[in-house]
């Protein structure tokens, strides 16, 4: 937009007969100008709101400047990255270990759970528009819920470690999955379906060798997609007790053992960047280099 | 005029019958070996995760139970009253959550500007020099890994309590989160605008003013809108840490066993995000909709 108002100024100096170009073709300049001002306060608006927001958090410069310092003190405690000791390492190393456990298990239970539910929410296997509607809101309502949110759930109800982690793991990724799940189908080409149909194929028959074939890739793309986040999502799930790294994230920085925590964050980042390479190695060995 | 099909030679036939049946069963080899993998894995994964299906079974009825607790008793007759009872602390709660959201409006729009920034730096099409691309790219590249709580973690201890911490952390994360994509868009952009001013002498500013920038606003529009919408459910755990916004209060709800509480507040978080998600989906549309017109 902005350049649009910029190249009409350019413009004007250029061509003296913009005005009887704008005269001639009053209209076509007025709605310009219209969606001009718009945009203009669109954007007026959204800087104020930005300001008040700034404002609203007790942002000044010289707060920012103190803080930064003072996290620069921190940042400096945390050089070197230090476990402490090597019994410190191990359990660490445990509690990475531990992490990428949780998120393997929650993320192939979620998938495994979401699989049903994604062919009932798909609009093309499921005609009934109760049904698909009912379920699409239900993933909804459980997509609406952060997985930490879910893990403080489930520590209420089977107790603080692992298990309530891995169980707000398949919660969270069961309503993404759903909803992914449910896409992928309802894009899935009708085609081979049809012709199963007319070939004498049960809806069952049509369903397994029309549809799957044809979404596997993709779901399992998707997968691995959600294993990469999960094991970001479950080293921060131990804040809450549930488990994992996160637990002694948590520890060292209310303790304020700062080379511990950077030990731990250089750990995490190391595991994730390696899950990372895997799954994306193994991605392009399944789908090819397409994007998810 | 019908036509037959010529029956292939025995032998062609046995051949091509005895590779399709090979090629089969090497698909089926192939799979079965993948499955025994991942089964096998699963099982590696469920030991190390502690998952104990005893403790599940015996204490899966807690969770409807949960779920029953949070809801208050709501009888017909005294439906207004109830209700209002059961959302006492409604001002206090819609203050927190538009706290809340001031907060990821706050941070998202922070570390857009900042990705929209690198991202020129970190881009193959756009990029300055071989040394800045790579400084670029590896700043980004720490900013998304560390995940944003864990920065909230820290700026809480240095910046004190309350949602500036928050901010500062969604900010962070968000500019590499989006820095990434950003970057992606711009090496995808068409080189021709480019070359062409930078052929009649343009500076390099002003080939990403005029060449680059009017090719990736909408895409960058609608990636800072979905990370808003992340952003928002971020927002509400960051409360957590003592982070401000709605989760301190979840939180603390929590931990007090006041359930329909945690009934009321996770039921303004839900509606919140959902109306969230369905405004920033329309605005979506829209900019895809005059994408596909121009």
Request: charged share 15%.
């Amino acid at each position: 937009m902005n350049n649009r108002s910029s190249s009409q100024t350019s413009l004007r100096d250029r061509f003296p007969e913009l005005g009887e170009m704008r005269e001639r073709y009053a209209e076509a300049f007025i709605g310009n100008r219209r969606d001009e001002v718009k945009a203009y306060l669109l954007i007026a608006a959204l800087i104020s709101l930005y300001v008040f927001g700034l404002y609203y958090v007790g942002f000044t410069p010289m707060m920012l400047i103190n803080g930064f310092g003072k996290f620069g003190i921190v940042v400096k405690a945390m050089m070197p990255p230090d476990p402490g000791s090597w019994d410190n390492a191990i359990v660490f190393m445990r509690g990475v270990i531990e992490t990428l456990a949780m998120a393997f298990f929650g993320t192939v239970c979620a998938a495994f759970l979401a699989l049903p539910f994604g062919f009932l929410a798909a609009r093309n296997i499921v005609a009934n528009s109760v049904i698909h509607h009912a379920v699409r809101r239900l993933l909804d309502i459980i997509r609406g819920i952060d997985t930490l949110i879910w893990a403080l759930i489930w520590v209420g109800v089977v107790g603080l470690g692992p298990f309530a982690g891995v169980l707000a793991i398949i919660t969270s990724d069961f309503g993404a999955f759903g909803k992914l799940f449910s896409e992928a189908i309802e894009a899935a080409d009708q085609k081979p379906v049809e012709g199963i149909v007319a070939s004498g194929g049960s809806r069952l028959e049509s369903i397994r060798f029309g549809i799957i074939p044809q979404i596997l890739p993709v779901l399992l793309g998707q997968v691995l997609y959600f294993f990469e986040s999960n094991t970001r999502t479950t080293t921060i799930i131990g804040i809450v007790g549930a488990g994992g790294i996160g637990l002694y994230l948590t520890e060292t920085i209310r303790t304020y053992l700062w080379e511990e925590t950077s030990f731990i964050i250089m750990l995490v980042l190391i595991t994730v960047a390696a899950i990372d390479l895997i799954s994306s190695k193994l991605r392009v060995a399944i789908i090819g280099s397409r994007p998810v | 005029m019908a036509t037959t099909i010529q029956p292939l030679p025995d032998e062609q036939n046995a051949r091509l019958q005895s590779q399709y049946a090979m090629t089969l069963a090497q698909k089926r080899r192939q799979m079965l070996l993948g499955s025994i993998i991942v089964v096998l894995l699963v099982f590696i994964a469920a030991f190390g995760a502690e998952v104990d299906p005893h403790k599940f079974v015996t204490n899966f009825w807690k969770f409807p139970r949960y779920f029953f607790d949070m809801t208050p008793h709501i009888g017909l007759s005294t439906f207004y009253e109830d209700v209002t009872e059961w959302y006492w602390g409604l001002g206090k709660w819609l203050k927190l959550m538009a706290e809340t959201l001031l907060i990821a409006y706050v941070g998202t729009v922070t570390g857009a500007v900042i990705a929209f920034v690198l991202a020129f730096f970190a881009s193959n099409s756009m990029a300055v020099s071989g040394w800045s691309k790579f400084a670029a790219r590896r700043f980004l590249e720490f900013c998304r890994t560390v995940p944003d709580i864990v920065f909230a973690l820290m700026f809480v201890v240095s910046f004190g309590l309350g949602p500036f911490p928050g901010v500062l952390a969604l900010a962070i994360h968000t500019s590499g989160a989006l820095g990434k994509l950003f970057s992606e868009v711009i090496d995808n952009i068409d080189m021709k605008p480019v070359e062409g001013l930078r052929a009649s002498g343009a500076s390099w500013s002003q080939q990403v003013r005029f060449a680059a920038v009017p090719q990736v606003l909408s895409n960058f529009t609608s990636y800072t809108l979905l990370r808003f919408e992340i952003n928002v459910r971020g927002a509400a755990v960051m409360g957590f840490v003592g982070a401000g916004g709605i989760g301190q209060l979840l939180i603390e709800y929590v931990r007090k066993f006041y359930y329909v509480d945690v009934g009321a507040v996770l039921i303004i978080i839900i509606l919140t995000v959902m109306m969230i998600d369905y405004g920033t989906e329309k605005i979506r549309h829209r900019l895809i909709a005059k994408e596909g017109m121009s």
